[in-house]
C-alpha cells in the first residue's frame, strides 16, 4: 500500500504532529498515482487513510466493522463520552433520544433565544477569528442553557481544546467537576421549574448531563471557525454578501475548510479492501478535507468559488457534518447560528491576516483575520 516517507526511528508521528495537512495530501497523491483510494500512515499501530466516496460510504455506514470506541476521540476526555463514543448497536438508539432536542423543528423554539445573543460587530478593524470565539460562546450559552451558564467557567472549560496537541487530551479532572457541578445546578432548575433550552430536553434523559458537556466540546470550535472562516470569505469577496448567497458561502467554507478534517475509526475486524488485506484493531481514518479537494471529483478544487454549489456536490464526497447514522448531531443548529449570523452583518472589507489551516482536534485559521466594517448593519 502507498505511504508518504517515514522519517528514522518515528515513522510518520513527527509529520503527523506538526504538518499533518501536507502528509495526508502526499499520500492521497501516491495513492492515486498508484491508482488506489488508500494509503498507510505509521502512528504507532497500524493506520490507514482512505479518501474516496466509496471509502467514505462504507466507513460511516458500516458501524459493525468502523468502531469509534478506539479512534481519537477516546484520547480527548472533552469527547470521550456520550454519544461520541457509543457505538452500535446501542449507538442508534442513544441518537433517537436525543436527536429532537437537535432537531429543526426544537431548533425554531430556541431561535428566539440565540437571535437575542448575537453580537454585535465592533466599529473599525476587529479579528474575525477572536470575535466568533466571543460569539459562538454566547450563542451556545443561549442554546443550551438559556444563558444561564456561568460564561467565565464555559469559557475556561472549552479554551483548552483549542490548544495544539497534547493540550486537549491532558485529564482536568477539578475543571470537568466545576463543570458538572453547574450542569447539575441548571438541570435541576430545568426539572423543577421547566424550560424550552437544550438542557431542559438533555436533564431528564440518563446521562443527558453528559451529552450536554460532550456535545458543548464538538460544537465549539468547530462552529467558531467554521463562522471565522465564512466572515473571511464574506469580507474578501464582497460581490457574494448579499443574504441569498450566504448558504453557498457557507457550503463552500465548509468544503475548503472542514473543521472536521479527518475523523477515525477502529476496525473491529479483519476487513479486505479492494484487495488487500486490513487487520483487525486498524486504525481507520476518512478525511472530509482531502474528499473535499479531490481533484479528480471536483473542478477547480483548490479555489473559492460558491456558484459551484448550484449543482449537487459528488456523492460521499462533500462531507463537512460526517455522515451516515453518525451524521453530526448538532449540523442544524451549527447552520442556523451560522446563518443568522451572517444575516445581520454589517458590509465587511478584509484587511489581512493569515488564514493557514492550522489542524488540531479540528482545523481552524492560524488567524488573526483582520477585517473592517464599512456600513452599518443589515
Ligand atoms: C460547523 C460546525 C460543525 C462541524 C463542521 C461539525 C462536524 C462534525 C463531524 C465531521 C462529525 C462526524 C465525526 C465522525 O464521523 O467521526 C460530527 C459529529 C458530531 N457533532 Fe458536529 N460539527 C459541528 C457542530 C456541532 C455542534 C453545534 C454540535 C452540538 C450538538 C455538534 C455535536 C456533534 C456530536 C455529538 C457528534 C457525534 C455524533 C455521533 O457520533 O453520533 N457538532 N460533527
Redesign the pocket.
Known sequence: MPQPPTRPGNGHLQDWALSPLPLIEDGARRARAAGTDLFRLRLGIPSVVGFSPAWNKRL?SDLDTFR?AG?FSAVVPYLAGG??LTDAPM?RRR?QTINPG?GKQHLETLRGRTQAALSSIPDGEFDALAWADGAVLRLLNAAYFGGSFDPQLLHSFLAPLRQPFPVPALPRPLLFLRVDAELRRLATQRLTAGGDDLLAVLAPIPGGLEEAR??LA??HD??TH?LAYALWHLARHPQWQAPEHHPAILKET?RLY???WM??RRLKCELNWNGVTLPRGTLALYA?YLSARDPGLWDAPDQFLPERWTRKPPAWAY????GG??L????H??QML?LDVLAELPPLQAVGGDDTPVPGITLGPRGPLVIRRTGKSA
Open positions: 460511516l469509534s479512534g454519544v461520541i449507538h441518537r437537535f460532550v456535545s464538538a460544537a468547530t462552529t467554521a465548509l472542514p473543521p472536521g475523523g477515525s472530509p462531507l463537512p457534518f460526517g447514522e453518525r453530526c448531531l448538532g449540523m443548529l451549527a451560522i
